[in-house]
T-cell receptor, first 115, second 114 residues
Framework: AQSVAQPEDQVNVAEGNPLTVKCTYSVSGNPYLFWYVQYPNRGLQFLLKYITGDNLVKGSYGFEAEFNKSQTSFHLKKPSALVSDSALYFC?????????????FGSGTRLSIRP | SAVISQKPSRDICQRGTSLTIQCQVDSQVTMMFWYRQQPGQSLTLIATANQGSEATYESGFVIDKFPISRPNLTFSTLTVSNMSPEDSSIYLCSGRTGENYGYTFGSGTRLTVV
């Protein structure tokens, strides 16, 4: 069975500083990995995904994530945080070769960027 | 990418009644999914909506409580039946959009049962 963990409930960063939101996964085979962002009273917005290829994936709003197979991690990063990045972030995983195609979400990390 | 229109956006319902949530996609999607989310918390998968066959439910969710329809590749409904206050939550639909493994989400339905 696939699972994903986000060990930090909250991450606080000063504006302009780099940010990292952590994610680890457990799945048989090579995973499909996703990051989504949710602003208050809004649906989920897609940020980026890793399916195959380069381990460093670039996504929307200047975010990127690095797939690390040995550490089973897919941490979300941004070189310089903005106050507008404050939101709830979800990591998600899908098992490859699964006919079900479902994705499972982590518990979420609330990112707070202070001016 | 596909756009999913979900309605209603919110509703307040009496216990014992039922509410049907609709999701309309602007293009055909191979798979659709229904999730439940407590505000500020993670998403829990309720079921996968299969076109032309019964939905596939996750552990803890049953068809009698959450009947799902998927009459075609662009539309699905979730009904929350015989509601109780414990059903108060945000319900989201999602569609898998094509070969690039993208998943798009509706804007959610905030349900309050009183």
């Amino acid at each position: 069975a696939q699972s994903v963990a986000q060990p930090e409930d909250q991450v606080n960063v000063a504006e302009g500083n780099p940010l990292t939101v952590k994610c680890t996964y457990s799945v048989s085979g090579n995973p499909y990995l996703f990051w989504y962002v949710q602003y208050p009273n809004r649906g989920l917005q897609f940020l980026l995904k890793y399916i195959t290829g380069d381990n460093l994936v670039k996504g929307s709003y200047g975010f990127e994530a690095e797939f690390n197979k040995s550490q089973t991690s897919f941490h979300l990063k941004k070189p310089s945080a903005l106050v507008s990045d404050s939101a709830l972030y979800f990591c998600a995983v899908r098992a490859p070769y699964s006919s079900a195609s479902k994705i499972i979400f982590g518990s979420g990390t609330r990112l707070s960027i202070r001016p | 990418s596909a756009v999913i229109s979900q309605k209603p956006s919110r509703d307040i319902c009496q216990r014992g009644t039922s509410l049907t949530i609709q999701c309309q996609v602007d293009s055909q999607v191979t798979m659709m999914f229904w999730y439940r989310q407590q505000p500020g918390q993670s998403l829990t998968l309720i079921a996968t909506a299969n076109q032309g066959s019964e939905a596939t439910y996750e552990s803890g969710f049953v068809i009698d409580k959450f009947p799902i329809s998927r009459p075609n590749l662009t539309f699905s409904t979730l009904t929350v039946s015989n509601m109780s206050p414990e059903d108060s939550s945000i319900y989201l639909c999602s569609g898998r959009t094509g070969e690039n493994y993208g998943y798009t989400f509706g804007s959610g339905t905030r349900l309050t049962v009183v």
